[in-house]
């Protein structure tokens, strides 16, 4: 079983950055796809971004593209998300979780099965 933990949330203004981590324990993280999904008060759940186990491919949610990076370090077994730029639509819970495969578009939260219980990023001036 993998425990997940999000990390580097917090508040921020419009147009700053923001570097979300989450780190594995109980397995390697580097067996799976990781992807991160957001949900804000009142709003369905969105899958983000996704980065696969082996070659590292990524994908990447429209309202994110451009702006945020997935990316992995299998020796810390860390997958992180850098965000710039962030928008006041952008406030939400963070969670990241794992998976067999990324699929062709943004992560889906079917296809994922082991969660982190997230971090809170807000945007405001």
């Known amino acids: 079983q993998v425990q997940l933990v999000e990390s580097g949330g917090g508040l921020v203004q419009p147009g700053g950055s923001l570097r979300l981590s989450c780190t594995a324990s109980?397995?390697?993280?580097?067996?799976?796809?990781v992807g991160w999904f957001r949900q804000a008060p009142g709003k369905e759940r969105e899958g983000v971004s996704c980065i696969t186990s082996s070659v590292g491919s990524t994908t990447y949610a429209d309202s994110v593209k451009d702006r945020f990076t997935i990316s992995r370090d299998n020796a810390k077994n860390t997958v992180s998300l850098q965000m710039n730029s962030l928008k006041p639509e952008d406030p939400a819970i963070y969670s990241c979780?794992?998976?067999w495969g990324c699929g062709y578009g943004p992560p889906a939260y079917s296809d994922f099965h082991y969660w982190g219980q997230g971090t809170q990023v807000t945007v405001s001036s």
């Open positions: 979780a794992t998976a």
């Open positions: 109980g397995s390697s993280l580097d067996l799976y796809a």
